[in-house]
């Protein structure tokens, strides 16, 4: 294998002021290496008038003196097929996506050609990610394709007017019919509501509802209640699976605050977990 390449730094008076020049420079690199790491996403620039990191794929990008210059390069890492993206509702400021299990919600350090939010670049101009599905989990997202959608959803969605419903397999028998995890995570207050769909052998169906939004909240919600779901990687003891983790964010429902009309799109049969 290998190894990776790492570099940062911020461009001084007298260096070269072209991308590929001054990566060449500083790795000691040949530039058509560097040209088809680029085209991966794995070099980020901070500069003054930037918020946060800016996404950079042209070798004669033109660099400032001061520029923040990251490069995160690994060759080994071979960029997820996203040819299962596909979008399931779409309207002029934004769209409700599948995103198969298996492909990053957004890009890393390491870059973004994986991602669903990169397949969805190549087709339209300007895209925001609007809210994450973990690498492991399939099912709908949205992504606005403007400025002023991607604050109104965004706002939308720090609030709690968004139905999301998951469909899940869990390890064991679940004991009643329907219920309610309550539980902080990270020190904040995350409830998720359930109910059973289907008894299986070794395993239970279930219908899992966010009430509120916390990173893994139902991985850590079914894991604490003794029912850690099936291939999750993570979290629980004995519940390993070859097909993987058995979560899917299976539907969205919210009133859209550009059409004013009510948005419920769900995975489609094709598509969904069971």
Sequence with gaps: ???????????????????????????SQSKAMLKRALTQGCCQIK???YKGLKRVRRAKFDLFAGDRVEFNYDPNLVPADTSGCHVLYEEQSFGIWFKPAGVLSQGTKWGDEGSII???????????????????TSGVMVF???????????????GKSV?????????????????????DIEGKYS????????RCDGFTRVEASLATGRRHQIRIH????GHPIIGDPKYGKNNKNRE?????????AYDCPMSKKRVDIKVPDDLKLF
């Design 1 to 27: 294998m290998e190894k990776p390449l790492k570099f940062i730094g911020t461009v001084a008076k007298g260096e070269p002021l072209l991308l590929a020049d001054y990566l060449a420079l500083k790795t």
């Design 47 to 49: 500069r003054k008038n």
């Design 118 to 136: 990169r397949h969805i670049e190549k087709t339209k101009p300007h895209v925001h990610l609007i809210h994450r599905l973990d690498f492991e």
């Design 144 to 158: 606005s394709y403007t400025d002023k959608s991607a604050e109104k959803l965004s706002r939308l969605w720090q």
């Design 163 to 183: 139905q999301k419903v998951y469909l899940a397999e869990v390890l064991g028998d679940v004991e009643g019919d329907e219920g309610q995890i309550e539980l």
């Design 191 to 198: 409830k998720t509501y359930w109910k059973v769909l289907e």
């Design 222 to 225: 079914f894991n604490e209640f």
């Design 244 to 252: 993987g983790l058995r979560l899917q964010a299976y539907r969205l």
